[in-house]
């Protein structure tokens, strides 16, 4: 079983930049798949990026690449999402996500958090 609680949303400027961070709760987080999705009011849950447990591989949508970063420090049980040049297209409620094995379908994870809201102004 896998606890996550997102935090670091807000409203930033276009052009901006922000920090998301999922704590996860239990000894098993680094055996771990993570990833980020978004979903903006409206729209289907689409992925963002995801990170292998070990953090050595990393994929990402075509639309956030070169502006999104995704890290983990297991050793802190966090996964992180680093958001720069960020666009009012940004803007949704974003989610991580824990998988045994990484994917970028939302049907390939079961453990979500609660969300954390991200609004970009123009």
């Known amino acids: 079983q896998v606890q996550l609680v997102e935090s670091g949303g807000g409203l930033v400027q276009a052009g901006g930049s922000l920090r998301l961070s999922c704590a996860a709760s239990?000894?098993?987080?680094?055996?771990?798949?993570m990833a980020w999705f978004r979903q903006a009011p409206g729209k289907e849950r689409e992925f963002v990026a995801a990170?292998?447990?070990?953090?050595?591989?990393?994929v990402y949508a075509d639309s956030v690449k070169g502006r999104l970063t995704i890290s983990r420090d297991n050793a802190k049980n966090t996964v992180y999402l680093q958001m720069i040049s960020l666009q009012p297209e940004d803007t949704a409620v974003y989610y991580c996500?824990?998988?045994?094995?990484?994917?970028?379908?939302?049907?390939?994870?079961?453990?979500w958090g609660q969300g954390t809201p991200v609004t970009v102004s123009a």
């Open positions: 996500a824990a998988a045994q094995i990484m994917g970028v379908t939302p049907l390939r994870y079961n453990y």
């Open positions: 239990g000894r098993t987080f680094s055996s771990y798949a």
């Open positions: 990170i292998s447990w070990s953090g050595a591989r990393t």
